[in-house]
């Protein structure tokens, strides 16, 4: 389904019924990221994905992104889909969006599951890496991003012995425009930092990390358990940056165990 929001066009499937889950997905990749998880919780929840803007078959306008508009285009998809309040999953680049979501519309918020993400901005050293490889996306194209990219998002072992595996995130990166790669490396770039919002998050919220995940790890996953009142933190095993791709099973009994609390006001 495609639908117009805040000047672009976004597309995302809505599926079950029930108490709202709305999954963001990782950066560089799109909503089918999500698609094991979509099928198994449809039958419980209402489930939501979305191709954020420049990802998938969403609009990827050549202009500057920031993650407060990627926040808003999620308010107006919500408002679309008349869905108040949800339970966000956002992994990665969608926790960063999920940080920026609750700042502008903590009320939408029922809770938050922030899956292999960081509170903190990037360090100068993180935004020249951000900057360059936006020049490589526009020299060299979205199959030299996929080359970059797989060695941080995936374990050597799923690399090494799950070929299909990297083939379906190297589709998913590979079917990304340029505009919309470059356009998301600057919204992370520019991100504000997030430290300060933590003790301020008022609903339940899961945290999860892939074990072997190098690039937000379990030290980054810890400061935000330790500063949002009440977190729970679930460490899986055998994942690295793209844990809910690795390992499924795992990340969605976390999910559904998370959101069943919620969904029964188990949590406070």
């Known amino acids: 389904m495609k639908v117009q929001v805040n000047g672009v066009t976004l597309a995302h499937s809505d599926t079950g019924a029930g108490l709202p889950l709305v999954f963001l997905h990782a950066f560089p990749l799109n909503r089918t990221m999500w698609a094991s998880q979509e099928q198994a919780l449809s039958s419980q929840f209402r489930v939501v994905t979305v191709d954020l803007r420049g990802h998938g078959e969403s609009d990827a306008p050549l202009w500057h992104y920031t993650l407060d508009q990627v926040a808003d285009d999620i308010r107006g998809l919500l408002d679309h889909l008349s869905i108040q309040q949800a339970v966000f999953v956002g992994l ?12 502008k519309y903590a009320q939408r918020v029922k809770g938050l599951v922030l899956a292999d993400t960081r509170a903190q901005a990037d360090t100068d050293e993180g935004k020249r890496a951000r900057f360059e490889m936006a020049q490589i996306a526009y020299k060299q194209g979205p199959a030299v991003i996929a080359d970059l990219m797989i060695p941080k998002l995936l374990s050597p072992a799923s690399i090494n012995t799950n070929p299909d595996l990297v083939r379906r995130v190297r589709v998913m990166i590979e079917g990304n425009q340029i505009s919309g790669i470059a356009g998301d490396l600057m919204a992370m770039a520019e991100r504000a930092d997030s430290i300060l919002l933590l003790n301020q998050i008022a609903c339940p919220t899961q945290i999860i990390v892939g074990e072997w995940d190098q690039v937000t790890p379990l030290s980054d996953a810890k400061l935000m358990a330790d500063r949002i009142p009440g977190a729970r933190l679930s460490l899986i095993s055998g994942a690295a940056h793209l844990a809910n791709l690795e390992q499924p099973d795992q990340f969605l009994e976390i999910v559904r165990s998370f959101a069943e609390d919620v969904a029964e006001k188990r949590l406070a």
């Open 92 to 103: 990665s680049m969608g926790g960063y969006i999920l940080f920026a979501f609750y700042r």
